[in-house]
């Protein structure tokens, strides 16, 4: 059992960054992949990006690529999300979630979910 909370949504100007934590309960953080998604109003749950387990392999969706950087802190059982260069469509609700699968890219490969945090990026 995984327990997620995350931190560091706000409101930032375009142009602007905000850098997302996601601190985990639990001794077993480390051996869950540890995606990002993020969901608009009206809008289906979106992939951000992923991280392994080890934090050696990260993948991201074709928008973020170059703009947002995944990490991960086994020793703090804590991802991060830094986001650069924000835009206003990146306006959304971004959730956490922590997967037994490889570097899946589908909400519902996803096992456990944070309860999310408000970005609202204004132009």
């Known amino acids: 059992q995984v327990q997620l909370v995350e931190s560091g949504g706000g409101l930032v100007q375009a142009g602007g960054s905000l850098r997302l934590s996601c601190a985990a309960s639990g001794r077993t953080f480390s051996r869950y992949d540890m995606g990002w998604f993020r969901q608009a109003p009206g809008k289906e749950r979106e992939f951000v990006s992923v991280?392994?387990?080890?934090?050696?392999?990260?993948y991201y969706a074709a928008s973020m690529k170059g703009r947002f950087t995944v990490s991960r802190d086994n020793a703090k059982n804590t991802v991060y999300l830094q986001m650069n260069s924000l835009k206003p469509e990146d306006t959304a609700v971004y959730y956490c979630a922590a997967t037994t699968k490889a570097l899946p890219t589908m909400w519902h490969e996803y096992n456990y979910w944070g309860q999310g945090t408000q970005v609202t990026v204004s132009s």
């Open positions: 991280i392994s387990w080890s934090g050696y392999s990260t």
